[in-house]
């Protein structure tokens, strides 16, 4: 994994160049416009998306996903869900028979449902390696090489340790190996919906007992969700589960925080979204999740509040008076 392409020059497609290059490797970051493109070989910074984050000599960003992806040992994909299956499609004749396709995208397919290892497997065909990352990581903390620990998963365990060595930075940058592809991946795309709820908390000034509640029943929320597909529940309790919700109801980086907190504060949902530069991939993730948690009849009551809020049919304080006179219930109620 010496020669990586990082499709998608968006915070972390960059954070995550920026590491690559520190390991030596030689990264080319790949975006989709030309003029951001320009603008990241002359200043060597990626001002819009990670702003302070200079990129070391190694990073050779390009606008050409053929020059990208030519002769690549890697492809890392770091782009929003909803462009990942277009971009595949593109990209497919240009990746060499065996290289690993390492997934940094979080979310559902909007329509099919999918998980975006699901989608690479469709495009690239189903002996293609393909390894999960995902975990509590803010793109700006590992660009600055503070301490970060993720996942990795698939199901091709030689990928797995691949990506797992090779990406491994001893001082600051740490890997857990898993099997359990689905468990990782809908902790990563339900965190997203579950931390618009924690925005909200914030924007209510409802407090840190609110907050506590809803992210330990987030938790079991997203558990009987990944359950229902397949999943791990010991998978949720860990770093692609509670270590990445944890990180991302509470940390004040996270887009989809931000959202929730906006709305909390009265603002309308197309105003917040048209003034955020990144993409806050919980609010089409909601529709998703619902659409799943119908099929598999699976309870999914912060994200049907969410998805109500977000298709502007309730305010975000019906919203928390409605999840407070749900049904008490037992606590482990469809785990």
Known sequence: MNDVAVLGAGAWGTALAIHLARLGKRPRLWGRSPELVARLRRDRVNAPYLPGATLPPAVAPTASLEE????????VLAVPSHGARALLRRAAPR???RTTIVSAAKGFEVGTLNRVSEVIEQELGPSRPVVVLSGPSFAAELARAAPTAVSVAGRCREA???VQQELRAGSYFRLY???DVIGVEVGGAMKNVIAIA???VDGLDLGPNALAALIT?????ISRLACALGGRRETLAGLSGLGDLVLTCTGGLSRNWHVGRELGRGRALDEILAGMQSVAEGVKTTGAALELGRRHGVDLPIAVQMGEVLAGR???RTAV????????RHESDGL
């Open 95 to 97: 990746f060499g028979p």
């Open 160 to 162: 797995v340790g691949t």
């Open 314 to 316: 309730i305010d975000v």
């Open 321 to 328: 008076e409605e999840l407070m006179l749900r049904r008490q």
């Open 68 to 75: 990208a992806v030519g002769g690549a040992d890697a492809a």
């Open 177 to 179: 190996a898993s099997d």
């Open 217 to 221: 029943r987030g938790l079991a929320e």
């Open 198 to 200: 924690a925005g909200v």
